[in-house]
């Protein structure tokens, strides 16, 4: 092979991408992997959205508002006296950056040591097997390749006349730079960015209101879970108004006004920042060239089948830019099954096993289906559920928001859906995602040393109460 040819080429450094380009180089395929994110000193940040602007910073920001706001609430309940304490938020912000580079520097490396040929640029699928890339010096360069993976991700959705500026309207990466606490924080959309990006702010001393259109909040986790969050969100002080359809927002001289309609009818709300937060949508610009013969469908996404190939052979397609949740890990599991199927023929993603985490305080996380989902489709199940009150771990800790729920199938006892909101909730997913893919029933889980004091133990009274056997609660 040239210098330019190879086994793999890979459009797209995220967690999609970079895990399916080191993948591949296991497997002994000759890859390159490009991608076109520098940093503003110029310098390639490949990790894509979840490094750079994602998952990584907002948990970093998650975490050291949350441990100012334990301070400030609940030290004292544990007799440490912090008073006075105060927050430097460029300091957490210089934190979360240096969390960044660490890691995104950590990627480079790994695809080194992995001798993936890593292109800092952008790339156009030209033709079938035909790669072109412009490199960051304008100049370009040509790669043939048996097989492509895209894995462009996705990028903010945007309101019609409603503007990001990064001045006083905000998509979720300019939310993640204020370098202070606005006084009043305007969010449209309750999902998982406006709750996690609303909790960040709160928590520094914004006043927060989150406007949302729909009339619950969170629609496709579990009602009860839904339930529980918006009473514990809003104990917490955010407001949260559902049923708000934003219609226009203008400038004002301290801010932005806002116009929605609610229940009550037209309503302005006044605020210093506004944040938008309405979802995401595939990211294709750019990556398909005129003559190629693959076209993104009416959703922005490229049609893939069950092994994420794309209607050209030898063109594949992963992460955000396919169809099922726009997750990280569904992303990276996506590019390994991806290298595997090129390079044995056999592979396997099951997108009713991948777990959805929101890292609120408390965590809501969740697998399978909600109970919702079963009613509607006359499943017959058990409803096991354990709260964190009665947990020995959770008291000892003061963490007894929130509770655990698993759903089994009434005949045959597999476990259909878990679902968890309370302390830690995105660590004890993994025990029920495993339980799942393994298809365990409720009495597997039940059957299950935990350990003690854990509260990973709440799951194993969930199972047991599934089956109206729980020690540490009554059963009805
Ligand atoms: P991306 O991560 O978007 O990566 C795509 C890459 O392709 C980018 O680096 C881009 O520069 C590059 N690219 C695009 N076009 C080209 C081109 N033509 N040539 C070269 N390069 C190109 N998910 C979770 O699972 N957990 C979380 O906690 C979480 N938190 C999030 C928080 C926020 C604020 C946001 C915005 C997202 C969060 N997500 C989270 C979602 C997660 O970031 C995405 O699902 C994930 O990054 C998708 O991975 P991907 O590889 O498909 O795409
Ligand atoms: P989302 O789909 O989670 O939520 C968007 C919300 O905005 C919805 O509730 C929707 O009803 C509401 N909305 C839409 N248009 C509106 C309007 N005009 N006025 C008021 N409300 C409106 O989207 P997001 O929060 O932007 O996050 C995007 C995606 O990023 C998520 O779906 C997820 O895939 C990923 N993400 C994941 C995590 C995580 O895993 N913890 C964290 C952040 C982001």
Same mark, same amino acid.
């Given at each position: 092979?040239?210098?330019?040819?190879?086994?793999v080429v890979i459009?797209?450094a995220g967690?999609?991408?970079? !895990?399916?380009?080191?993948?591949c180089a296991?497997?002994?395929?000759?890859?390159?992997?490009i991608?076109?994110?520098v940093?503003?000193?110029?310098t390639?940040?490949?990790?894509?959205?979840?490094?750079?602007?994602g998952? $990584?910073?907002?948990?970093?920001?998650l975490e050291s508002s949350?441990?100012?706001?334990?301070?400030?609430?609940?030290?004292s309940?544990?007799?440490?006296d912090v008073?006075?304490?105060?927050?430097? =938020?460029?300091?957490m912000q210089?934190?979360?950056?240096?969390?960044?580079k660490?890691l995104?520097?950590?990627?480079?490396a790994?695809?080194?040591?992995n001798?993936?040929t890593? $292109?800092?640029? @952008?790339?156009v699928l030209?033709?079938?097997?035909r790669?072109?890339?412009?490199?960051? /010096?304008?100049?370009?360069q040509?790669l043939?390749s048996a @097989?492509v993976?895209?894995?462009?991700?996705s990028?903010?959705i945007s309101?019609?006349?409603?503007?990001?500026?990064?001045?006083? $309207?905000? /998509?979720?990466?300019g939310?993640?730079?204020?370098?202070n606490?606005?006084?009043t924080?305007?969010? $449209?959309?309750?999902?998982?960015?406006?709750?996690?990006?609303?909790s960040?702010w709160?928590?520094l001393?914004?006043?927060? !209101?989150?406007?949302e259109?729909?009339e619950?909040?969170?629609?496709?986790? /579990?009602p009860m879970?839904?339930?529980?969050?918006?009473?514990q969100?809003?104990?917490?002080?955010l407001d949260?108004?559902l049923n708000?359809?934003?219609?226009k !927002?203008?400038s004002?001289q301290t801010?932005c !006004?806002?116009e929605y309609?609610?229940?009550?009818g037209?309503?302005k709300?006044?605020?210093?920042?506004?944040i938008?937060?309405?979802?995401?949508?595939?990211?294709s610009?750019?990556?398909?060239?005129?003559?190629c013969g693959?076209?993104?469908?009416?959703r922005g996404l490229?049609d893939?089948?069950?092994?994420?190939?794309?209607?050209l052979p030898?063109?594949w397609?992963?992460?955000?830019?396919?169809r099922g949740?726009?997750l990280?890990h569904?992303?990276s599991?996506?590019?390994i099954a991806v290298a595997?199927?090129?390079?044995?023929?056999i592979?396997?993603v099951d997108?009713?096993?991948i777990?959805?985490?929101?890292y609120? @305080?408390?965590e809501?996380?969740?697998?399978?289906?909600?109970e919702?989902e079963l009613?509607?489709?006359?499943v017959?199940?058990?409803a096991?559920?354990f709260?964190?009150?009665a947990s020995?771990?959770?008291?000892?800790?003061g963490?007894?928001a929130g509770?655990?729920?698993i759903?089994?199938?009434n005949k045959?006892?597999?476990?259909?859906?878990?679902?968890?909101?309370g302390k830690?909730a995105s660590?004890?997913?993994?025990e029920a =995602?495993?339980?799942?893919s393994?298809?365990a029933?409720a009495e597997?889980?039940a059957r299950?040393? @935990?350990?003690?004091?854990t509260?990973?133990?709440a799951?194993?009274?969930?199972?047991l109460a599934?089956?109206?056997r729980?020690i540490h609660?009554?059963n009805?």
């Amino acid at each position: 092979m040239t210098e330019n040819e190879f086994d793999v080429v890979i459009i797209g450094a995220g967690p999609g991408g970079y !895990v399916a380009a080191i993948r591949c180089a296991q497997l002994g395929l000759k890859t390159a992997c490009i991608d076109r994110w520098v940093t503003s000193s110029s310098t390639a940040s490949p990790g894509g959205t979840c490094l750079n602007v994602g998952c $990584i910073p907002s948990k970093a920001l998650l975490e050291s508002s949350e441990r100012y706001e334990q301070m400030q609430l609940h030290a004292s309940d544990h007799g440490i006296d912090v008073t006075g304490i105060s927050v430097d =938020v460029p300091k957490m912000q210089a934190r979360k950056a240096k969390v960044v580079k660490d890691l995104t520097g950590g990627v480079t490396a790994l695809l080194k040591s992995n001798k993936v040929t890593f $292109i800092s640029g @952008h790339g156009v699928l030209t033709n079938q097997g035909r790669v072109d890339v412009t490199l960051s /010096d304008g100049s370009m360069q040509n790669l043939y390749s048996a @097989h492509v993976i895209l894995a462009s991700g996705s990028t903010p959705i945007s309101l019609p006349g409603i503007e990001v500026n990064n001045e006083t $309207i905000f /998509d979720s990466s300019g939310a993640l730079e204020f370098q202070n606490a606005p006084k009043t924080l305007g969010i $449209i959309g309750a999902g998982v960015i406006g709750l996690e990006l609303g909790s960040v702010w709160r928590r520094l001393g914004s006043s927060v !209101v989150i406007l949302e259109a729909q009339e619950s909040l969170l629609p496709t986790a /579990d009602p009860m879970i839904a339930r529980e969050a918006k009473k514990q969100f809003t104990k917490q002080g955010l407001d949260i108004r559902l049923n708000c359809k934003v219609n226009k !927002v203008q400038s004002s001289q301290t801010g932005c !006004v806002v116009e929605y309609q609610s229940s009550e009818g037209q309503q302005k709300l006044e605020v210093e920042r506004l944040i938008v937060a309405v979802g995401r949508r595939p990211y294709s610009n750019g990556l398909l060239g005129p003559e190629c013969g693959l076209k993104p469908n009416d959703r922005g996404l490229i049609d893939v089948d069950d092994k994420c190939e794309s209607a050209l052979p030898g063109v594949w397609a992963i992460g955000d830019l396919v169809r099922g949740p726009m997750l990280a890990h569904k992303a990276s599991e996506e590019g390994i099954a991806v290298a595997e199927q090129i390079a044995t023929g056999i592979s396997h993603v099951d997108l009713n096993v991948i777990p959805w985490v929101i890292y609120t @305080h408390p965590e809501i996380a969740w697998v399978g289906a909600t109970e919702s989902e079963l009613k509607a489709s006359s499943v017959d199940y058990n409803a096991g559920i354990f709260p964190f009150s009665a947990s020995g771990r959770a008291q000892a800790v003061g963490a007894t928001a929130g509770f655990i729920k698993i759903l089994a199938d009434n005949k045959t006892d597999r476990i259909l859906g878990v679902h968890l909101i309370g302390k830690q909730a995105s660590e004890m997913v993994n025990e029920a =995602v495993f339980a799942m893919s393994m298809e365990a029933t409720a009495e597997d889980l039940a059957r299950t040393v @935990h350990a003690h004091p854990t509260l990973g133990e709440a799951m194993h009274e969930a199972a047991l109460a599934s089956d109206r056997r729980a020690i540490h609660k009554a059963n009805r």
